[in-house]
């Protein structure tokens, strides 16, 4: 999966996101934003993590503001990957 923040407009920023990882495992590569691109603001070195089976991620806020993420495709695995993510939704109770 590229290089993303999980920045969908109905996600709540504050609260943690949880993620569970099952079966293969797989690495995970937090990037800074000022540190993205050949004309990067910054000298930030990435932060690699392993994803292993029964693994849970926490991000706390304000990581996903400041960090994107990616998971490199591993070509030698054929093992089945799944993954279950948790993000609190903001409901617009105005409507
Ligand atoms: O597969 C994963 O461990 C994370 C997937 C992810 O970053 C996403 O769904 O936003
Ligand atoms: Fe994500």
Same mark, same amino acid.
């Given at each position: 999966?590229?290089?993303?923040?999980? #920045?969908? $407009?109905?996600?709540?920023?504050?609260?943690? %996101?949880?993620?569970?990882?099952?079966?293969?495992?797989?690495? @995970? %590569? @937090?990037?800074?934003? #000022?540190?993205?691109?050949?004309?990067?603001?910054?000298?930030?070195?990435? &932060? $690699? +993590?392993?994803?292993?089976?029964?693994?849970?991620? +926490?991000?706390?806020?304000?990581?996903?503001? @400041?960090?994107?993420?990616?998971?490199? &495709?591993? $070509?030698?695995?054929?093992?089945?990957?799944?993954?279950?993510? @948790?993000?609190? %939704? &903001? &409901?617009?109770? $105005?409507?």
């Amino acid at each position: 999966m590229g290089e993303h923040r999980d #920045d969908e $407009k109905e996600l709540d920023p504050l609260c943690p %996101i949880a993620s569970v990882s099952l079966g293969a495992p797989r690495d @995970f %590569i @937090f990037r800074h934003r #000022d540190a993205r691109g050949k004309q990067s603001l910054r000298h930030i070195e990435p &932060v $690699k +993590l392993e994803l292993a089976h029964g693994s849970l991620l +926490l991000m706390n806020s304000p990581t996903n503001t @400041f960090w994107y993420h990616s998971l490199p &495709v591993r $070509k030698k695995s054929s093992l089945p990957r799944i993954n279950l993510t @948790f993000r609190r %939704i &903001v &409901v617009d109770r $105005k409507k």
